[in-house]
């Protein structure tokens, strides 16, 4: 099955590989240290961390954005959650958790998010401690401009957590010119490992926030300042899964290797989304498409399930659906990463073409 969904993507055959090498005992081997610590400093590097420190969770993407707000919150803190789509909304849950006070700012969920209409927002009720946003919201697909909306919560002192899980390594992304405290990012989106782990880029501020906090934080896996000084120490607070690692870092090191990643984004991007609408599709935003994923409305007469059940069965490619208010309403097609390549991109299109085409015809007749 030809994995053309917007996570998991999928793996080069050398991340796989590296994934069953020999490994060592992750906590005794001081080589495994210089090794994490070695893969970390790549991640900062590649999206030009300058104050931030890179860390690699063992634990799904969804763990970074819970640990990013278990080590923020504190009880009945304010924090702002920047809602114009389901991860943008999911953040209140993360919140609310941890006993903070969820204050929602929602906008249309057809386009990006306007940073005026946050400042004017801001303008009347800053009194946040941090703030929570989305890079691509991947049901939508939206794509914000997380760097500029960081930019203004930090003009009133409120520090941002962003989860780019389904964005950064496809659309660029530079922490030193945004304002972000603790970004989110997973394996198995664009930089296609196989899922599994979490990367979360923390800043200088958090980790004074966190260690100024009155009360401790209410976790211990989701506690990220467990993690801060594991080099020093040469102690984790658990575990590293060393085989997932191993493969996290070659698949970093396949990105590294490929200058043409971010424009190669772009451009399959671009044609993807003529040619949805070259054959009588229409996208499911008004502006504002991510690179890595395009979200398609299901045409008149058909279900999604029959669009990707025949995607799956006479075509042997696996798109996606969608969920919440999305469920049943769009198919998506994950172009990020390993998948991001023309051929494997036009292949799912022809065959999209082949399927709407043919019942198109059929169903008009009858
Ligand atoms: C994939 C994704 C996550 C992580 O979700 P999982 O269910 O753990 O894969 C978080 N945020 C966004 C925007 C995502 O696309």
């Given at each position: 099955m030809k994995?053309?969904?917007?996570?998991p993507t999928q793996v080069r055959a050398n991340v796989r590989a590296a994934r069953s090498k020999m490994f060592c005992n992750p906590d005794l081997d001081p080589a495994f240290y210089d090794f994490y610590k070695e893969t970390c400093d790549l991640l900062e590097k590649a999206l030009g961390a300058t104050d931030h420190r890179a860390f690699i969770l063992g634990g799904e993407g969804i763990l970074g954005l819970e640990a990013a707000c278990a080590s923020l919150t504190e009880p009945g803190d304010r924090v702002l959650v920047i809602d114009n789509g389901i991860f943008g909304k999911g953040f209140q849950d993360f919140v609310e958790i941890y006993g903070g006070e969820a204050v929602l700012f929602t906008?249309?969920?057809?386009?990006?998010?306007?940073?005026?209409a946050l400042r004017a927002f801001l303008s009347k009720d800053s009194d946040f401690k941090y703030a929570t946003m989305v890079h691509c919201d991947t049901p939508s697909g939206v794509l914000n401009d997380i760097e500029a909306l960081s930019r203004i919560c930090d003009e009133y002192g409120?520090?941002?957590?962003?989860?780019?899980?389904?964005?950064?390594?496809?659309?660029r992304l530079n922490l030193s010119a945004?304002?972000?405290?603790?970004?989110?990012?997973?394996?198995?989106?664009?930089?296609?490992?196989?899922?599994?782990l979490t990367m979360v880029w923390v800043s200088q501020r958090a980790f004074q926030a966190m260690e100024e906090r009155q009360v401790p934080i209410r976790s211990f896996y989701a506690n990220l300042l467990t993690m801060k000084d594991y080099y020093q120490d040469q102690w984790f607070p658990y575990t590293m899964p060393v085989s997932d690692i191993m493969g996290l870092r070659m698949a970093?090191?396949?990105?590294?290797?490929?200058?043409?990643?971010?424009?190669?984004?772009?451009?399959?991007a671009r044609a993807t989304r003529k040619a949805v609408k070259e054959m009588g599709?229409?996208?499911?935003?008004?502006?504002?498409?991510?690179?890595?994923?395009?979200?398609?409305?299901?045409?008149?007469?058909?279900?999604?399930?029959?669009?990707?059940?025949?995607m799956r069965k006479d075509?042997?490619?696996?798109?996606?659906?969608?969920?919440?208010?999305?469920a049943g309403k769009v198919i998506r097609i994950g172009h990020m990463g390993e998948s991001c390549n023309m051929?494997?991109?036009?292949?799912?299109?022809?065959?999209?073409?082949?399927?709407?085409?043919?019942?198109g015809n059929s169903r008009q007749a009858g």
């Open positions: 994995l053309m969904t917007p996570g906008t249309d969920y057809l386009e990006p998010v306007d940073p005026e409120i520090m941002v957590v962003a989860d780019s899980v389904s964005a950064m390594f496809g659309e945004a304002k972000i405290d603790i970004l989110c990012g997973g394996s198995q989106k664009a930089l296609s490992a196989p899922p599994g970093l090191d396949n990105f590294y290797a490929d200058p043409d990643v971010y424009d190669r984004h772009e451009r399959v599709l229409s996208l499911y935003l008004r502006r504002g498409m991510s690179n890595t994923v395009t979200v398609i409305r299901v045409p008149e007469g058909w279900t999604d399930q029959e669009i990707i059940g025949k075509y042997g490619i696996q798109i996606a659906g969608c969920f919440d208010y999305l051929e494997d991109v036009q292949q799912t299109l022809r065959a999209l073409g082949d399927i709407i085409g043919e019942s």
